[in-house]
């Protein structure tokens, strides 16, 4: 597939963006990066996953505390994601490179590999965001119709119901199908992988086979399989639902648009920075205790426009984006609750299931 091109304009709005963050950042003096407070975050949520990890295996609680602590498991690993894993892929934990990289490297030893990760997110979902054909996390298909140019199927009229179940099993499916899809077929979605060095490749079977050992094998042969089981798909099914359901309210509700190329010139109509405001959305940033455990994924305007400034600086330049967005005549598409951003994502897959 031909990848699309942006607009250009002599004076784009993301070159004013861009001056105004950084006239910010150069009168408050502070780092782009995260500081002591996202490290002492990362140290909790990493020491809460090892605790409840060992507890789990080796002390083998009774069945009630076994089930609660899968339940909080699942919520500590998709925290530990939004909060360690993706701002180090995006080079935004901390000042140093290698600090950066073992961040990013969490996402192995969870299951799955920062490589896969920084393809599908980083350079496809961050550049092309809610192309078709492009964008492969509107691509569901053909469970899911997430934009009026896929095909629909009958199942689809009822995928705003259904679709808990299925993001649901995200996590599971991701790390035991959707990686290794993409490493044998070399393809992400419609779009080529990035060749892999011979380091990728072994690091890719190597941190594979450590999960395998450290989520499936000790826990099967300390516990015994049906505990094993039954605590695993718990601990995944809330994973896999915190995780997908952070990420889609963030792009695909009732007011985010799904640009199309022309069809002669392949190239969208907007430049790449208003093209991210008009396919995201906000939800629910005077919420302190959701950005803290979404790791300020729910400023994902402000993510997507600055994806390489730590997620603690969402809540202060996002007072800027907004007023930039109001002076340019851009809509800022924003939800004040989960609730209702959630309601909206519901409304979104019935209208495209109908419609």
């Known amino acids: 597939m031909l990848v699309p091109k942006f607009s250009n304009v002599p004076q784009s709005f993301h070159s004013e963006l861009k001056r105004r963050i950084s006239t910010y950042f150069e009168e408050v003096g502070a780092s782009t990066t995260g500081n002591y407070s996202l490290f002492i975050k990362a140290v909790v949520l990493m020491t809460s996953f090892i605790f409840i990890y060992i507890h ?41 490179k290698w600090v950066n990289t073992l961040a990013a490297l969490s996402l192995n030893i969870l299951g799955g590999n920062s490589f896969m990760w920084n393809v599908k997110h980083n350079v496809i979902h961050h550049a092309y965001t809610n192309v078709d054909g492009v964008d492969d996390d ?27 179940g299925l993001y649901s099993l995200l996590y599971i499916f991701w790390i035991f199908v959707l990686d290794y899809q993409k490493y044998f077929k070399a ?86 920075a208003i093209h991210q405001i008009k396919t995201t959305a906000n939800f629910a940033t005077n919420n302190k205790l959701v950005s803290w455990l979404v790791g300020g994924l729910n400023f994902q305007i402000e993510h997507h426009l600055f994806p390489k400034i730590s997620h603690i600086h969402y809540p202060a330049i996002s007072k800027i984006i907004r007023q930039a967005c109001q002076e340019y005549g851009i809509a800022y598409i924003e939800y004040p609750r989960v609730r209702y951003a959630v309601a909206s994502h519901v409304a979104f897959l019935r209208q495209m299931g109908r419609g």
């Open 56 to 96: 789990l295996v080796f002390f083998t609680p009774a069945p009630f505390w076994a089930i609660l602590e899968s339940v909080i498991l699942g919520g500590v690993v998709a925290a530990i994601g939004f909060n360690v894993m993706h701002d180090g892929a995006h080079g935004s934990f901390s000042k140093y």
């Open 138 to 164: 509107i691509d569901i298909q053909p469970w899911m119709r997430m934009s009026s140019t896929q095909k629909k199927y009958r199942l689809h009229k009822y995928q705003h119901i259904y679709f808990w």
């Open 187 to 272: 393809r992400v979605g419609s779009m080529p992988l990035k060749k892999m060095s011979v380091q990728d490749h072994i690091e890719f079977w190597a941190f594979k086979l450590f999960h395998l050992f450290l989520f499936v094998g000790l826990p099967i042969y300390m516990v015994g399989f049906t505990s094993w089981l039954i605590s695993f798909l718990i601990f995944t099914i809330v994973a896999g639902l915190v995780l997908s359901l952070v990420f889609q309210l963030a792009h695909t509700v009732e007011h985010t648009a799904f640009p199309v190329p022309n069809i002669e010139t392949n190239k969208l109509e907007d430049e790449w």
